[in-house]
């Protein structure tokens, strides 16, 4: 009996060990999470001039053709992370406000970008299907998703934050996110320990939510109108 005994404190040490070695790891690892949480997005978000911000997170940029370079923005980018696949629109595809643009997928759990503007898709990306990374890494640059032509009678209000502007909706966006996960995620859990600090949520925030939640951001963050 004192055999057996001594046998289960020994274990309960040497779990009790473990658990606190785990902590501080843990606690190290937030650390890291917490400061690159605030610092990335500020230099990230920066909006090239030229460009504007639709309300479903894309960017746009009109060449000297009229047509439209279409991608999706540093905050979309920032709250996805890592990203398993991007599911291109076809070229020569009509495409209408509020229609599917592209999607992105990661481990099962998938977003679908509406467009905001009417006209037809007349380049794509395929880089994005060997590279999908460089939509987090290369957003405005190698990191662009289809180019699309207008039709005559479409309007652009719904692209009509650029500059100073942009920059400014995108910290109130990244704000609102902060509001968003709070009651989805445990105040325990990594996301709830960084945004309770008064940094931002971690890089790729989204993979702690289920499916259910990131039907809720789409409804949420990817309006079209």
């Known amino acids: 009996m004192v055999a057996i ?32 949480a605030r610092s990335a997005p500020e230099a990230a978000w920066r909006i090239p001039e030229g460009a504007g911000l639709s309300t479903a997170h894309t960017w746009s940029f009109a060449d000297r053709a009229g047509r439209l370079k279409i991608g999706a923005d540093p905050f979309l980018a920032y709250a996805i992370g890592a ?7 076809r070229v020569g595809k009509q495409v209408v406000p509020g229609e599917a643009l592209f999607a992105i997928e990661h481990d099962g759990r998938r977003l679908v970008i509406p467009s905001t503007v009417a006209g037809k898709v007349v380049a794509v990306n395929r880089l994005l299907r060997k ?26 209000s719904r692209l009509r934050r650029s500059g100073e502007h942009a920059n400014q909706w995108l910290e109130t966006e990244f704000t609102r996110l ?48």
């Not at 289960?8 to 690892?29: G, N, P, R, Y």
């Not at 590279?131 to 652009?156: D, K």
């Not at 945004?195 to 963050?221: I, R, T, Y």
């Open 5 to 36: 005994f001594v046998a289960f404190m020994f274990v309960s040490l040497v779990l009790t060990d473990l658990s606190i070695e785990k902590w501080k790891a843990w606690q190290a690892a937030q650390a890291g999470r917490a400061i690159a």
């Open 83 to 89: 990203i398993g696949q991007i599911t291109l629109p």
């Open 131 to 156: 590279q999908p990374a460089l939509l987090h890494s290369e957003p405005f640059r190698h990191g662009w998703v289809c180019r699309v032509r207008p039709a005559p009678s479409a309007s652009s």
């Open 178 to 225: 902060t509001e968003f996960l709070a009651p989805r995620i445990p105040v325990l859990s990594p996301l709830g320990a960084t945004s309770q600090d008064g940094g931002l949520p971690a890089p790729g925030c989204l993979h702690e939510l289920p499916k259910s939640a990131w039907k809720e951001f789409a409804k949420e963050f990817l309006k079209w109108q």
